[in-house]
């Protein structure tokens, strides 16, 4: 008799997957798809590397992450951009623009092409000239030297005498001049104004505004100046070879001596500083050849920077210029000597205080802006 075979029951069919691979069922696909299908990649991973980059907080900065990059460098490099943010912040907190943000960018891009073209050395010298900049603005910013008296109100013959002081021409530069105009000031020159802190009449409640660095920018001031027939006083950098023809009325633009990545911002030309200085309304001053934090140079260079700026400036002009501002608010005893003696009257300070009187004439306090002039 047969054995009967024992059946083994059939495992249950598994559930159907889903993109289930079935060799040699699914057909390969020709070089035209292929194409299309890499193409359509590419897309996809070019638009998340856009996303992604646009996400990334002052991608700027990723310009300097070789990393075959010395690591002395590499923390230099974040130091320095770490200070740029703090100026930048302390800036916004104070309501001042003393440099433009094209500048800043375009140095801390620099750095990246030295750096990454391997060029290290230059990129430490880039971010020390950075560096530097960055500590003379926040100088400037914190109220510059201190010389003489703390409070010229103090001071026997004190005069109330707001200057006010600016940069590049603020975007509310037409409300301020209202501002002024309807709470009784009377704007004035600083030759009228030097007169009167030496005892001349004054209207009763006189303004000086005054404007630093000699930026493009100013055109704008002058043309609401013009509308309003008030007078102000730009102190004008010459610039140079030092600077590598950077900035100042000098500043050429597109030349090989300078960096790869450009300079910053512009500056007024001589053709438009002639026409302010005939205008009528315009006092031209001097502020130094190459914008140099004074108080950190040997009394040589010092003298060069300030005699010789007054010198070009007189020549370009054709008629003596009679006041002075210092670069970022940045003096000592000595430079003060220099600039008297190089025969201007006047210079203006970055300390704060709206009182001028006959002993600080060559210290002459500043507000920033008309808004806190009642």
């Excluded at 740029?84 to 891009?109: A, Q």
């Excluded at 971010?127 to 026997?156: H, R």
């Excluded at 009679?322 to 203006?348: L, Q």
Aim: with cysteine; glycine share 8%.
């Amino acid at each position: 008799m047969k054995k009967k075979r024992k059946t083994v029951p059939k495992p249950p069919a598994a559930a159907p997957r889903l993109f289930e691979f079935k060799p040699n069922t699914v057909p390969k696909p020709n070089a035209t798809v292929r194409l299309l299908e890499f193409g359509i990649l590419a897309v996809i991973l070019f638009g998340s590397a856009i996303v992604m980059a646009g996400s990334l907080p002052n991608a700027h900065v990723s310009k300097a992450s070789n990393l075959e990059m010395p690591g002395d460098l590499r923390h230099q490099y974040a130091s320095v951009i770490q200070q740029v943010k703090v100026f930048e912040e302390h800036e916004r907190k104070l309501g001042v623009h003393l440099i433009g943000d094209n500048d800043l960018r375009m140095r801390e891009s620099q750095i990246g092409l030295d750096a990454n073209g391997g060029q290290y050395d230059q990129a430490r010298r880039d971010v020390a000239a950075l560096k530097t900049s960055i500590t003379n603005l926040t100088f400037e910013m914190n109220g510059g030297s201190y010389y003489g008296p703390e409070d010229s109100t103090v001071l026997a013959g004190s005069t109330y005498l707001p200057i006010v002081f600016y940069h590049y021409t603020p975007p509310d530069f037409e409300a301020q001049v209202s501002h002024l105009e309807s709470a009784g000031y009377t704007v004035i020159d600083l030759d009228r104004a030097i007169a009167g802190i030496e005892g001349a009449t004054l209207p009763p409640k006189p303004v000086v505004l005054t404007f630093d660095d000699g930026f493009a920018n100013q055109m704008e001031a002058f043309a609401i100046l013009q509308k309003h027939h008030m007078k102000a006083t730009f102190y004008i950098i010459n610039g140079g070879a030092k600077s590598d023809w950077c900035i100042g009325a000098s500043r050429r633009y597109n030349d090989p001596l300078q960096p790869p990545q450009g300079c910053g911002d512009a500056y007024l030309s001589w053709d438009q500083i002639r026409t302010l200085d005939k205008s009528g309304l315009i006092t031209i001053g001097g502020h130094t050849l190459d914008h140099e934090n004074l108080a950190t140079l040997p009394e040589s260079e010092q003298r060069n920077e300030i005699i010789t700026s007054k010198i070009e400036i007189e020549k370009e002009l054709g008629h003596t210029i009679r006041h002075f501002a210092y670069p970022y608010g940045a003096f000592t005893t000595t430079t003060v000597d220099i600039v008297r003696e190089a025969g201007y009257i006047s210079a203006a300070s970055t300390l704060d205080g709206d009182y001028q009187a006959p002993s600080t004439e060559y210290t002459l306090r500043r507000v920033r802006d008309a808004w806190q002039l009642n």
